[in-house]
């Protein structure tokens, strides 16, 4: 059975940082590219970042609103990807969502984590 | 970046109806739009790819159409299990998402 469990959401300052974990189960971490996408209360969702496995060159991609600021990283030996998440302001509290990126002629996303909430205030 | 509007933002209906929910991309995004159900404090779940491809162990009463800019999500006959939020999603630049349709009870 897939899984993806998200960690290390929670309260943090404005201007502090906070990193995100993504433990999957299931599947083959390493032939998967994994994204993150998020939601603020009562709002739509939004997609935050994106990382192609090495057989797609293991390249990221980011949202303008978090470029420059947010980071993804993947620890295939262990079936881990990160979101480091730097100079975080109000408007990044949401629920962060890890997913799993299918191949389906570009990527689709199949498989979601339960979602961990950061809120980001004084 | 592409604008993905969806219609209605809300929908009224009984158990047993025919539900349709439009979906307009501000460009054309070929077939490459995803349809995914939303419950209440829950994650999205992947109904449909491709425009038309059902998911696997997604019930067949849902059906995607459309290609271009126009498509739509049918629900053939409304199950109590299906009053949610429904999003679209483009994947053809990047990924936006519609703003979502809430099916509700009538």
């Known amino acids: 059975e897939v899984q993806l469990v998200e960690s290390g959401g929670g309260l943090v300052q404005p201007g502090r940082s906070l990193r995100l974990s993504c433990t999957a189960s299931?599947?083959?971490?390493?032939?998967?590219?994994m994204s993150w996408f998020r939601q603020a209360a009562g709002k739509g969702l939004e997609w935050v970042g994106f990382?192609?496995?090495?057989?797609?060159?293991?390249?990221?991609d980011y949202a303008a609103s978090v470029k420059g600021r947010f980071t993804i990283s993947r620890d295939d030996s262990k079936s881990i990807a990160y979101l480091q998440m730097n100079s975080l302001q109000t408007e990044d509290t949401a629920v962060y969502y890890c997913?799993?990126?299918?191949?389906?002629?570009?990527?689709?996303?199949?498989?979601w984590g339960q979602g961990i909430l950061v809120t980001v205030s004084s | 970046d592409i604008q993905m509007t969806q219609s209605p933002s809300t929908l009224s209906a009984s158990v047993g109806d025919r539900v349709t929910i439009t979906c307009r991309a501000s460009?054309?995004?070929?077939?490459?739009l995803a349809w995914y159900q939303q419950k209440p404090g829950k994650a999205p779940r992947l109904l449909i790819y491709e425009a038309s491809s059902l998911e696997s162990g997604v019930p067949s009463r849902f059906s995607g159409s459309g290609s271009g800019t126009e498509f739509t999500l049918t629900i053939s006959s409304l199950q109590p299990d299906d009053f949610a939020t429904y999003y679209c999603q483009q994947y053809n630049t990047w990924w936006t998402f519609g703003q979502g349709t809430k099916v509700e009870i009538k």
């Open positions: 990382s192609r496995n090495q057989a797609y060159s293991g390249t990221t």
């Open positions: 299931g599947f083959t971490f390493g032939d998967y590219a």
């Open positions: 460009q054309s995004i070929s077939s490459w």
């Open positions: 997913t799993r990126g299918r191949r389906a002629g570009t990527w689709v996303f199949d498989y």
